[in-house]
């Protein structure tokens, strides 16, 4: 039998907003409180996974972006104050966590991604005027000079991305240490507590949700599909021009809202966005990486070989960046919505 939030779209939609808003946040608050259980259990001193703390905090990161998302499409049907204010604090206590776990997976990426480079693929590096010196796109593409140039700047680069990436994890971990222990974050938990027992609506929640649940899902939809038609035609995009990222990591957090929204309604993710959504995290990881690249290629009095191999790891990333676009593009569903107005 299927739970309140999870109900087929005809009958969440006959019940009471609040018959299906309710329990959805509920459930919500519970995988909250469920998790910040396991991740103090798998973080004790005696514990020596560490991976468990890990799963935990990813846990703990969902259940925050779920209830943030849905509090902030559905504001319209609870207390305004306690919504805008949990909502943001949730994000400040998602955002604080997810960096370590960022800081892991880009050094891994890039240490990944220089040992595929090394004496084999050569894309285009980057200069410090922003054009491409001509080292060519393909396998084995590129002068044997510029195969050794990498090959001695690789280990070079590798081992001052370590530095770097290891300094940023190790002063995430204490930050999110810090966070975990401060009262501002006990105070986030409380209100989710209290989350888990009672939810703050309003006296429009009693109406039935084809009426008020609708509404608010469609419109985040509408924010989706506008912000995906705002993007320029492919052929038309400078991939190395990053101020471009934020619109794409915009409409990633739009189609976060709308799965979180199609959720409430449905009882389930829109499965048809499973595809686009997973081309959106692998963009974000790829041009976030590149610019970690492009930082540590700024470091001071570096060898001419190791910022060489930056350059060259910064296009490989870029182009990335370029791939994942492609597979937006290719598997997003509603075709006519990518084109540009």
Not at 93 to 111: I, Q, V, W
Not at 227 to 243: H, I, Q, R, S, T
Request: hydrophobic fraction near 45%.
């Amino acid at each position: 039998m299927r739970r309140p939030d999870q109900q087929t779209p005809g009958t969440a939609t006959a019940l009471s907003a609040e018959a299906v808003l309710a329990p959805y946040l509920r459930a919500q608050a519970a995988d909250f409180l469920r998790s910040l259980r396991l991740h103090r259990e798998q973080s004790a001193p005696t514990d020596t996974g560490g991976r468990g703390a890990e799963e935990a905090a990813r846990a703990l990161r969902r259940s925050a972006r779920r209830i943030s998302g849905t509090l902030h499409t559905f504001k319209g049907l609870l207390d305004p104050g306690w919504a805008d204010q949990l909502r943001a604090e949730l994000a400040w206590l998602s955002g604080t966590l997810a960096r370590e776990h960022d800081c892991s997976t880009r050094l891994l990426r890039l240490l990944e991604a220089l040992h595929r480079l090394s004496g084999a693929h050569l894309p285009a590096a980057r200069t410090g005027t922003g054009k491409a010196t001509a080292t060519g796109t393909g396998p084995g593409s590129g002068t044997a000079t510029d195969r050794a140039a990498l090959d001695v700047g690789a280990a070079r680069a590798g081992a001052l991305l370590e530095r770097q990436l290891t300094l940023a994890r190790t002063r995430a971990h204490s930050a999110a240490l810090q966070a975990l222990g401060s009262s501002r974050f006990h105070a986030v938990a409380d209100s989710v507590a209290l989350l888990a027992s009672e939810v703050p609506l309003t006296g429009a929640a009693g109406a039935p949700a084809a009426e008020t649940l609708l509404g608010p899902s469609e419109h985040a939809r509408g924010r989706l599909l506008g912000a995906v038609a705002a993007l320029p035609p492919g052929e038309a995009a400078d991939v190395y021009n990053e101020a471009h990222d934020a619109h794409w990591h915009q409409i990633r957090l739009l189609l976060r809202l709308h799965r979180y929204a199609h959720e409430v309604v449905a009882g389930a993710p829109d499965p048809v966005l499973a595809g686009p959504e997973h081309a959106l995290d692998l963009h974000r990881e790829a041009s976030e990486a590149a610019s970690a690249a492009s930082a540590a290629a700024r470091t001071p009095r570096i060898a001419p070989a190791t910022a060489y191999a930056l350059g060259v790891l910064h296009a490989d990333q870029r182009h990335e960046v370029d791939a994942a676009r492609c597979v937006f593009r290719d598997t997003w569903p509603y075709a006519a919505a990518v084109a540009a107005p």
